[in-house]
């Protein structure tokens, strides 16, 4: 009975965690409209492994490293938010640089990125993300008994990975859809400006967090 109230009150914590807008949210989403489901989906599956890795390092009390090592938090918060900004400028300026070539649908329409590329993206988005980390880290500190099986952590684990691939593989499909496509269709150039924009504030916000 405590192992299942703690799975609930880890599910509560995590779907709480899952659904706020961030940059793994924000790469899902843009990539269900720029593309379609089949591809989104590897968005979803990539974050999906970094929950993993992430609930691995919570399980193992590897995180704590964190507190006891800041700078190594620092050097985490630096690489992961340079990656950050460099996805939104790099958005923005393919962004002007097709609307001056006049291609944007065209470009939209043919050229896909591969799979693998996509997983690796979200993945790497993911892992670098502090605020997974913050998130984890608060999961394990104030939901978990003192003292927690091999199972228990597996349990906890897979409870986290199934939540984050539930809610990714939903904005892959929501966000695929024909209907917002027509939607993001019509306010492109402005959306993409903004995906970009808001990736480079992501950025900046984790380095100087």
Same mark, same amino acid.
Not at 117 to 130: D, Y
Not at 133 to 157: C, D, K, R
Not at 182 to 191: D, E, H, L
């Given at each position: 009975?405590?192992? =299942?109230?703690? @799975?609930?009150? /880890?599910?509560?914590?995590?779907?709480?965690?899952?659904?706020?807008?961030?940059?793994?949210?924000?790469?899902?989403?843009? #990539?269900?409209?720029?593309?379609?489901?089949?591809?989104?989906?590897?968005?979803?599956?990539?974050?999906?492994?970094? #929950?993993?890795?992430?609930?691995?390092?919570?399980?193992?009390?590897?995180?704590? =490293?964190?507190?006891?090592?800041?700078? @190594?938090?620092?050097?985490?918060?630096?690489?992961?938010?340079?990656? @950050?900004?460099?996805? *939104?400028? !790099?958005?923005?300026?393919? +962004? !002007?640089?097709?609307? !001056?070539?006049?291609?944007?649908?065209?470009?939209?329409?043919?050229?896909?990125?591969?799979?693998?590329?996509?997983?690796?993206?979200?993945?790497? #988005?993911?892992?670098?993300?502090?605020?997974?980390?913050?998130? /984890?880290?608060?999961?394990?500190?104030?939901?978990?008994?003192?003292?927690?099986?091999?199972?228990?952590?597996?349990?906890?684990?897979? +409870?986290?990975?199934?939540? +984050?691939?539930?809610?990714? @593989?939903?904005?892959? +499909?929501?966000?695929?859809?024909?209907?917002?496509?027509?939607?993001?269709? !019509?306010?492109?150039?402005?959306?993409?400006?903004? #995906?970009? *924009?808001?990736?480079?504030?992501? *950025?900046?916000?984790?380095?100087?967090?």
């Amino acid at each position: 009975m405590e192992y =299942l109230l703690v @799975l609930i009150h /880890v599910a509560l914590i995590w779907m709480l965690a899952v659904a706020t807008p961030g940059a793994n949210v924000l790469l899902t989403i843009n #990539t269900a409209l720029n593309y379609d489901r089949k591809i989104a989906a590897f968005s979803a599956f990539g974050v999906s492994c970094a #929950t993993l890795l992430w609930s691995f390092f919570g399980g193992s009390g590897l995180v704590i =490293l964190f507190s006891h090592f800041p700078q @190594l938090f620092g050097l985490m918060k630096a690489v992961g938010g340079s990656y @950050l900004l460099y996805l *939104g400028m !790099r958005q923005i300026y393919l +962004t !002007r640089k097709i609307k !001056r070539l006049g291609e944007l649908i065209e470009v939209n329409q043919t050229i896909s990125p591969s799979k693998r590329k996509v997983f690796i993206s979200a993945f790497i #988005t993911s892992i670098l993300n502090p605020k997974t980390g913050f998130f /984890v880290v608060s999961l394990f500190s104030v939901s978990m008994p003192e003292n927690m099986s091999a199972t228990m952590i597996l349990a906890i684990m897979l +409870t986290m990975v199934s939540i +984050t691939l539930s809610w990714h @593989l939903f904005l892959a +499909t929501a966000f695929s859809h024909e209907s917002a496509k027509s939607v993001y269709a !019509r306010i492109s150039g402005v959306m993409d400006y903004v #995906t970009g *924009g808001l990736f480079t504030i992501f *950025g900046i916000k984790v380095m100087t967090s």
